[in-house]
């Protein structure tokens, strides 16, 4: 029954194809736009140190269980859990990844909708001229007053909805293919204008002197929701995306180069970030505008930085996009899947609804100024609730659904692929994934949230 259900629902086509896609859903804005502000927020160094260690302890395990949990069961990521657990509670976590899908999109696209405002405004030689504090009132101008940023994020809706219909491999495989490596070359040429300004060294030191006396709990949950956020774990896009895979395939390998290659790109964008911050005297805790007013002041500094900005604000927002249609798929797969509805008509009808949260998180920028919950927007209110509850949450459950559910000899044959490749480390997967991840996370977030410390 597996098998046929494959050819029905479509597949990743090679081995490249999917760790191509599976790093497209990982790298995106959460490497380039919300690491460095992340970082930036939470004293630089020791931020990075405590991610790293999350991203190796907990986020690597956590992505191969997805990817376990979607190939072996074959379905979106409740009916995963469904299929794998009948009759059970346990399809409540693929049920609040869905919802969890709808929340990030709904900020994601704002963030990209910006994206795309700096691919028209590169073209239009828009930053041309301008001091460093011009170029943040130009955003927040942007971003506060006008309809622009609502336009801009439809547009990316509609672009994102688009590459869905148009299926798995053709649609999203084959973008991610060519445009992933691309990206790549940019933020290298990025990094090396960034550390040869006067004054570089300062922000390598913040990015790289880790600073222990500023970490506390409310650090340690940033930096496990950044990497949870970051790796595209913890609400079933991997489940989904899973659920793609040849069953020839590798997945440990998978999970460990998609896992290190999302990695190297954020530590390469706070190369490119850190040292042009502290260069034009901005300042790093300056918040989620923080790469939009640090970026343009670096092709300013850059021969043929015109065209740089171009080329990298497009990649950005292709990024942004192979990213999305991973967030949207997850909803996409459940509609079709369990509610039976049309690819077509899911796919608008989860837009849609996204789009209408959407504007909301838009205009709480400042063209509606009471969507605000004490010292957040409502922006920052669905950032905040994705990374630091919903994606732990659904970490949590997911590590002990692998280590306590799944029968033992059912994860061994999927990692293994019934036995054709050797995986030395399954028992210390086994013990992370049964006692250190989810322990690791309950404590995180009841430190981090205040309930103990
Ligand atoms: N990992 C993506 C990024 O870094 C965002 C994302 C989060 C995608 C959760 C899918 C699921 O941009």
């Known amino acids: 029954m597996a098998d046929s259900n494959i050819s029905k ?27 460095p502000y992340v970082a930036g927020e939470n004293g630089g160094g020791a931020f990075l140190l405590i991610n790293l260690a999350c991203i190796l302890l907990i986020g690597i395990p956590l992505m191969l269980s997805e990817f376990i949990i979607g190939r072996n069961a074959q379905r979106n990521a409740y009916g995963s859990f469904k299929n794998i657990a009948p009759g059970s509670p346990w ?23 910006w994206t795309m405002e700096y691919v028209f405004q590169s073209f239009a ?12 009132g130009m955003f927040a101008e942007f971003k506060g007053s006008s309809w622009r940023a609502v336009t801009w994020q439809m547009l990316f809706l509609i672009l994102t909805a688009g590459i869905v219909l148009a299926g798995v491999q053709k649609g999203i495989e084959k973008y991610a293919k060519i445009l992933m490596p691309l990206l790549l070359v940019l933020i290298i ?6 550390v040869t300004l006067p004054g570089a060294e300062k922000g390598l030191h913040f990015l790289f002197h880790p600073d222990f006396s500023k970490v506390n709990g409310s650090v340690i949950l940033e930096a496990l929701g950044q990497a949870f956020f970051s790796l595209s774990i913890g609400m079933g896009a991997l489940i989904t995306y899973g659920s793609y895979i040849n069953k020839k395939d590798n997945l440990v390998s998978s999970a460990v180069i998609v896992s290190f290659a999302d990695t190297f790109i954020a ?24 790469v ?12 043929g930085g015109y065209f740089f900005s171009i080329i990298f604000f497009v990649l950005l927002a292709v990024a942004a996009l192979t990213s999305s249609i991973s967030i949207l798929e997850v909803v996409v797969a459940y509609f079709v899947e369990e509610l039976n509805m049309k690819r077509k008509t899911a796919t608008w009808v989860a837009t849609l609804s ?5 504007i909301l998180c838009t205009a709480s920028q400042g063209l509606i100024p009471w969507l605000q919950f004490g010292e957040m927007n409502f922006f920052d209110l ?27 000899k059912v994860v061994i044959a999927e990692m293994s692929n019934n036995g054709i490749f050797k995986i030395p480390l399954f028992k210390v997967f086994q013990i992370i994934v049964k006692f250190i991840a989810p322990a690791a996370i309950a404590l995180v977030f009841l430190y981090g949230i205040g309930v103990i410390g």
């Open 189 to 194: 040429v990025l990094c090396v204008r960034s």
């Open 125 to 136: 030689n828009g930053f041309e001229g301008k001091s460093p504090g011009q170029l943040i």
């Open 267 to 290: 530590i390469l964008a706070g190369v490119a970030i850190f040292p042009a911050v502290f260069a034009f005297g901005i300042n790093p805790a300056e918040g989620p505008e923080l």
């Open 9 to 35: 629902r479509g597949g990743f086509g090679s081995k490249f194809g999917i760790i191509a896609a599976a790093a497209g859903s990982a790298i995106g804005l959460g490497n380039i736009w919300r690491f």
């Open 354 to 358: 996204s789009a209408m949260i959407g």
């Open 382 to 408: 669905l950032d905040y609730s994705s990374s630091k509850i919903l994606l732990p949450f659904g970490g949590f459950f997911i590590a002990l659904f692998i280590g306590w559910v799944m029968k033992p």
């Open 292 to 303: 939009f007013i640090t970026l343009p002041n670096i092709f300013l500094q850059m021969p």
């Open 91 to 113: 399809r409540f976590v693929g049920l609040m990844g869905v919802v969890t899908a709808f929340v990030i999109l709904s900020f994601y696209s704002t963030v990209a909708g």
